[in-house]
């Protein structure tokens, strides 16, 4: 495998581990995402599919064996925590729009208020 294959397939595994470290830790509070989360982890995802896919047929030397194996291990992990992640999303999203509705409750309220003035 060529060195520079090599090194794209590493650098998208540490990729992925920092941005598992930081959705694992975000885990129990969504409101600390970055609104570009999600769409670097589908770059670096289809950028990590690029590179598999220009593997070799044959047999990958160790090293190569071990990158790949590490990247399946966090494919797999991704696909624990998202889930959650989308259903802490969602009780956040809920949580913004009952917000929302309430201050534009206050705010009909307070035009009302200011026009029997």
């Not at 941005?19 to 989360?37: D, G, I, W």
């Not at 090293?63 to 494919?75: D, F, K, P, Q």
């Not at 929302?100 to 009302?112: E, I, K, L, N, Y």
């Amino acid at each position: 495998m060529s060195s520079a294959l090599f090194q794209s397939l590493r650098t998208v595994n540490q990729q992925l581990r920092a941005r598992l470290s930081r959705l694992s830790a975000q885990h129990n509070c969504p409101t600390a995402m970055v609104a570009t989360e999600f769409t670097d982890l589908l770059a670096e995802l289809q950028h990590s599919t690029a590179c598999l896919r220009s593997l070799p047929r044959a047999a990958p030397d160790a090293e190569t064996a071990n990158e790949i194996s590490e990247y399946r291990s966090h494919v797999q992990l991704l696909g624990k925590i998202l889930p959650s992640l989308q259903g802490r999303l969602l009780i956040e999203k809920a949580r913004l729009e009952n917000a929302r509705t309430h201050v534009a409750q206050a705010a009909a309220w307070a035009q009302g208020s200011r026009k029997s003035l």
